[in-house]
């Protein structure tokens, strides 16, 4: 059992989906989180008073933008201030949007980079300094089979993602002797709002119904045919933060029922 009792997490996208399931997973082993994402104030305050409740933690809540640069060294400085450091630092964030790349909207491709791959560099780049001074961190990025592999019709996801395996490697190398890790956790189709929401476009792009979505694209390209679910992610995430992973740097680990074994 990982304990990580003392120690601070700031994850970003975390009020939905694989994030919600990162927070809630390392608050139960006992860090203090700084949630990020977008919602609601209700939706917001029901997951970070439940964390709390549930899990005997501290949780506060960053607004940041991850599209601007100043919001996100303000997260990571939410956390130093509230709890004292920032050890932790999961790179979640994300959208998607699917469309043939000659009718792609261009502003579509300037959030995807922004929010999928520089979000991650701006939060990287405000949490290392900390992280060198007390000799320990994790930093987790969550890539994704199109990290490995590309699909039609979703170039600047496949694009940012790509961006994101060779960042974590970069950073992996730079901070090899400061006991800092750096990996990528790459799901293949986890059944969230991100997967739900890109379903409508997938039946124009390719003219199927839902359920062909369902079967013939999405778990078309996984041989187990099932999707991976929120808290088979956020267990590799939490193995990451052990001492028995100090040596795993620079990683890519696949969760996605064969699919990049193909
Ligand atoms: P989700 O839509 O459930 O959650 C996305 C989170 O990002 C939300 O909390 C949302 O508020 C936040 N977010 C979006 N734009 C933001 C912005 N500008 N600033 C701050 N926060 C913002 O999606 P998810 O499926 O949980 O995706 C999480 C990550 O996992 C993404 O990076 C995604 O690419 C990746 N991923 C998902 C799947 C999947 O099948 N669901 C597969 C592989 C990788």
């Given amino acids: 059992m990982v304990s990580l009792t003392g120690k601070t997490a700031v994850i970003t996208g975390s009020t939905s989906g694989i994030g919600l399931a990162y927070a809630r997973a390392m608050a139960k082993a006992g860090a203090n989180i700084v949630l990020n994402g977008m919602g609601t104030p209700a939706e917001i305050e029901k997951e970070r008073s439940g964390i709390e409740s549930d899990f005997k933690v501290k949780a506060v809540h960053s607004p940041a933008d991850m599209t601007k640069p100043a919001e996100i060294a303000e997260m990571v400085a939410l956390g130093d201030k509230t709890f004292g450091s920032v050890d932790i630092l999961v790179n979640n964030a994300g959208i998607q949007f699917v469309s043939p790349v000659e009718e792609f909207p261009i502003d579509k491709w300037d959030a995807i980079i922004a929010i999928n791959l520089s979000s991650a560099f701006h939060a990287i780049r405000a949490a290392v300094p900390g992280m060198k001074q007390r000799g320990w961190g994790r930093i987790i990025n969550t890539a994704s089979a199109h990290s490995l592999v590309a699909s039609p019709f979703k170039s600047a996801y496949v694009a940012a993602k790509h961006g994101i395996a060779g960042l974590t490697k970069t950073v992996a190398l730079e901070l090899a002797t400061d006991k800092i890790t750096c990996n990528a956790i790459s799901p293949g189709y986890v059944w969230t709002p991100l997967v739900e929401r890109q379903i409508p476009d997938t ?32 267990a590799m995430a939490l193995y990451l933060c052990s001492d028995e992973a100090s040596q795993i740097t620079g990683a890519n680990f696949s969760i996605d029922g064969g699919w990049t074994a193909k």
């Avoid at 694209?217 to 929120?230: C, D, I, N, R």
Wanted: proline share 3%; net charge neutral; aromatic share 4%.
């Fill in 203 to 234: 039946m124009k792009a390719r003219n199927m119904t839902k359920e062909q979505v369902i079967k013939d694209v999405m778990l078309e390209a996984q041989p187990t045919k099932e999707f991976v679910t929120v808290e088979q992610v956020a």
